[in-house]
């Protein structure tokens, strides 16, 4: 039986670009997230009671406030939304340009974007902050104390 | 290839079949008791139930990549460099991505009904956004050009070193000041606040997803064996071709 080599050199197979490209995309978007927004990610928010005082939550620049709706604090008022927001007994005003919509309500933790003007915090996005709890809708409790955040606090 | 597949015996065993078959079962109660029995959320209202495939596609995307690496670490380990921990591995791995996405999915939908948007570059979805692309990335591994062997090692690798991220990730909402909501059934106190019926569907769509998990890596595995064979096969049929031109010419 004659094995030796044949003349003609062998056909070479394409090179396989797709997981190459894949692999250079994935590469760029892994370092996209961790320069771009894993640094900002991992301090998402400031509390109310931080504002001025810690690292990174000064009054001049544009934050993000986590805090509570304080009770019977809402006001809806000329396509403005106003409302006390607390965390660890310290407070501020917060107005928001719109109706945040949704779920957010008295007593639920929202995350606001904005800039302290005046003592007032102006904002232009809100985010509800939904917690880890979840339990049955209750409507005569939600009709008895008005925002079912609130019944929920209450217990 | 088509050869062999027209020749090899199909990827359903008996067990494969109970195991769809009980998957079927439990995914319709999930169906059922997640869209009319189970009540709506005080807060969240009817959005509750989202969480009823949220959650669990979560942790069974986290399940997917742990086998992941156990699978390359037991190639990696093993004398014999059985190829079929590294079929396992990469079953897994494209099961769990298909799971990560259908939790990025769904959890994208619940955020713009809940917080009010879609996507936030908070750290629980920046570091799942960065765990699902390394899996991407993972399974473009595979791909590349290489024999089964190098292939193995290559991915073993990269498993290892990418399944560090799940901690990192799952803890992302107690490390950090996340807008995602801390675990509540996995809780470090141990507390759940959760309705009992709630409770027990969001359960049973763990036990359901899981044992679709096992099903799609089963036969996953299998495709991929077949496909591994019919590789070999090429290089099989071209000697016996060769072979029988020698020997029509003597």
């Given amino acids: 039986m004659d094995l030796t080599p044949r003349p003609s050199e062998p ?13 250079s995309l994935v590469g760029v978007g892994g370092v996209v997230i961790v320069t771009q927004f894993l640094r900002s990610a991992i301090d998402y928010y400031c509390n109310v009671d931080e504002i001025g005082i810690r690292s990174g939550c000064e009054e001049a ?22 409302f006390v927001m607390t965390f660890n007994n310290k407070s501020i005003n917060v107005v928001y340009s719109g109706d945040p919509g949704g779920v957010f309500q008295e007593c639920i933790s929202v995350v606001a974007h ?28 939600i009709e008895s104390s008005g925002s079912a955040a609130c019944s929920q606090a209450q217990g | ?30 169906v059922v ?31 997917a990549f742990i086998f992941t690496a156990v699978a390359s670490a037991s190639w990696l380990i093993s004398k014999k460099h059985s190829m079929g921990f590294d079929r396992f591995a990469g079953a897994s791995a494209e ?45 473009a591994v595979r791909r590349l050009e290489g024999s089964v062997e190098q292939r ?18 799952h803890f992302s909402v107690v490390i950090w000041r996340s807008l995602h909501q801390g ?18 569907t969001l359960f049973s769509g763990v036990v359901g997803f899981t044992l679709v998990f096992i099903w799609l890596v089963l036969h996953r595995q299998r495709t991929m064996l077949l496909v591994d064979i019919a590789n070999n096969q090429g290089l099989d049929s071209a000697i016996v071709a060769r072979r029988a031109e020698g020997s029509a010419n003597k």
């Fill in chain 1, 114 to 141: 904005g800039r302290m003007i005046d003592d007032t915090f102006e904002s232009n996005r809100i985010e509800v902050k939904h917690s880890n709890e979840y339990a049955e809708k209750n409507a005569d409790r």
């Fill in chain 2, 95 to 139: 099961v769990g991505v298909m799971f990560m996405a259908i939790t990025l999915v769904t959890g994208s939908l619940w955020g713009r009904l809940t917080w009010g948007e879609f996507w936030q570059w908070d750290p629980r979805l920046t570091t799942t956004a960065f765990l699902f692309v390394t899996y991407i990335g993972y399974l």
């Fill in chain 2, 1 to 30: 290839m088509s050869q062999v597949l027209q020749h090899s015996l199909p990827t359903g065993t008996r067990a494969t079949r109970v195991i769809g078959a009980t998957a079927i079962l439990v995914m319709a109660w999930v």
């Fill in chain 2, 33 to 63: 008791s997640g869209l009319l029995l189970t009540p709506q959320d005080v807060v969240q209202g009817e959005s509750v139930r989202i969480m009823y495939v949220h959650v669990p596609s979560a942790w069974i995307a986290y399940l």
């Fill in chain 1, 61 to 82: 620049t544009r934050l993000r406030v986590q805090g509570t709706v304080e009770e019977n604090s809402l006001q809806k008022i000329g396509g403005k939304t106003s």
């Fill in chain 2, 152 to 169: 193995a090692r290559r991915s073993a690798v990269v498993a290892m070193l990418a399944v560090l991220e799940i901690p990192l990730v």
């Fill in chain 1, 11 to 23: 056909a070479k197979k394409p090179r396989k670009w797709l997981p190459i490209i894949l692999l």
């Fill in chain 2, 183 to 200: 675990a509540t059934v996995l809780n470090p106190s141990g507390d759940v606040k959760m309705d009992d019926l709630m409770l027990f």
